[in-house]
T-cell receptor, first 112, second 115 residues
Framework: DAKTTQPTSMDCAEGRAANLPCNHS???????VYWYRQIHSQGPQYIIH???NNETNEMASLIITEDRKSSTLILPHATLRDTAVYYC?????????????FGPGTRLSVLP | SAVISQKPSRDICQRGTSLTIQCQVD?????MFWYRQQPGQSLTLIAT?????????ESGFVIDKFPISRPNLTFSTLTVSNLSPEDSSIYLC????????????FGSGTRLTVV
């Protein structure tokens, strides 16, 4: 799986959009970009994933650059409960024999 | 998506003893994964458990220290043996088969403290 690079930490004001960047310059054509988050003392939680088109669900939006070498996770209206470590992972989708490799992630702090 | 029940949620154990962690899934899944998360660190894969075969361990993890059982498609256990303070971590199980290409579902974890 391609490696990813994320900032170590970020702050965001409550109610504002949180934009979390991820670089994955060595991503392969069949690798998806996945985002998970881990709230303190809980297991990682799936947020969103995408291949090349921008994606949106009830939790977040995922913007992938045209060359697919980077992406941004957007939490449109961050709340205090969004404070967590956010992991960007690239891997082949539906490859059930393959685990997810977690990097250090970005520690997002949503401030009141 | 699959729902995972992981037990115990936390435990404090004496060094030299063992702890067995259970992972129960509400649906049949092919692969189950066990991760370790040391304090302040990210998740590291310990092993992959496939029903009906021996678990596959990652570099740095051995079966004698982390024996795994996978008796059926909904259940697995991880034992952490001969505990030392360095084993104090959160242990998580994860499963595939959530569908829609969403990746994996994780249990809530077991926080182990070795004293």
């Amino acid at each position: 799986d391609a490696k990813t690079t994320q900032p170590t930490s970020m702050d965001c004001a409550e109610g504002r959009a949180a934009n979390l960047p991820c670089n994955h310059s060595t991503i392969s054509g069949n690798e998806y970009v996945y985002w998970y988050r881990q709230i303190h003392s809980q297991g990682p939680q799936y947020i969103i994933h995408g291949l090349k088109n921008n994606e949106t669900n009830e939790m977040a939006s995922l913007i992938i650059t045209e060359d697919r070498k980077s992406s941004t996770l957007i939490l449109p209206h961050a709340t205090l409960r969004d404070t967590a470590v956010y992991y960007c992972i690239v891997r082949v989708a539906n490859n059930y024999g393959q685990n997810f490799v977690f990097g250090p992630g970005t520690r997002l702090s949503v401030l009141p | 998506s699959a729902v995972i029940s992981q037990k115990p949620s936390r435990d404090i154990c004496q060094r030299g003893t063992s702890l067995t962690i259970q992972c129960q899934v509400d649906s049949q899944v092919t692969m189950m994964f066990w991760y370790r998360q040391q304090p302040g660190q990210s998740l590291t894969l310990i092993a992959t458990a496939n029903q009906g075969s021996e678990a596959t361990y990652e570099s740095g993890f051995v079966i004698d220290k982390f024996p795994i059982s996978r008796p059926n498609l909904t259940f697995s256990t991880l034992t952490v043996s001969n505990l030392s303070p360095e084993d104090s971590s959160i242990y998580l199980c994860s499963v595939d088969g959530t569908g829609l290409g969403r990746g994996y579902t994780f249990g809530s974890g077991t926080r182990l403290t070795v004293v």
